[in-house]
């Protein structure tokens, strides 16, 4: 009634084992005011739910970046929500091993790397279409949506924020890597090249507009 987003602030395990359908995702423990900041307008109406016992520090960092339109908390949390009945929702997930599997039989299979541009550029895997969760909004029409997207960022934080807002939206025919590109790159059987330095890669463009 009061257009609410429901925030779910607890960690990725918890939220893709279940949440409330519709929530996004950013949890308490990572990044938090950053993409708190990057994605939700500061007049957006909140409902929230925390892990027990970390409502209030939610709340207050909250209030600290500008964001006071809080109308409350899930009172018990998911347990109270699950305990209720109530319709919840999941983010299916798979090991770097399983999405090694799945690309040997499917060599165009649709991975989507939602590390920031720097990061892919410096390494990364062939197959894979490089979308940044900073990026989703403004380049959301360009989704790869014709078939199961396999999204992964560096560790597993940004991809769960990613997965949840694109769920929120009604895309739910993806899966999330576990571990991210750091389970990956030491997985085997999975390609990536060779590792760049961003600063070496910065002095080869500027470089190259030298010259250009």
Known sequence: EMD?????TRTADAFAAAHIPGSIFIGIDGQFAPWVGALIPTDQTLMLVCASGRENEVITRLSRVGYDRVLGFLEGGMDAWTAASLETDRVHRITAAELS??????PALNIVDARKEGEWTAQNLA??????????????????TQSTMHI???GGYRSMI????LKSRGIHDL????????????TPGLETGAYVCPSTLKRGTAAAEGRG
Not at 4 to 8: E, Q, T
Not at 101 to 106: C, E, I
Not at 127 to 144: G, H, S, V, Y
Request: glycine residues 6%; negative net charge.
């Open 4 to 8: 609410a987003l429901v925030l779910d």
């Open 101 to 106: 599997d799945r690309l040997h039989q499917n």
């Open 127 to 144: 197959q894979a279409k490089n979308i940044a969760l900073d990026d989703l909004n403004a380049r959301f029409t360009e989704l790869p």
């Open 152 to 154: 992964h960022c560096a």
């Open 162 to 165: 990613f997965a949840s807002i």
């Open 175 to 186: 899966v999330d890597v576990i571990g991210g590109f750091g389970a990956i790159k030491d």
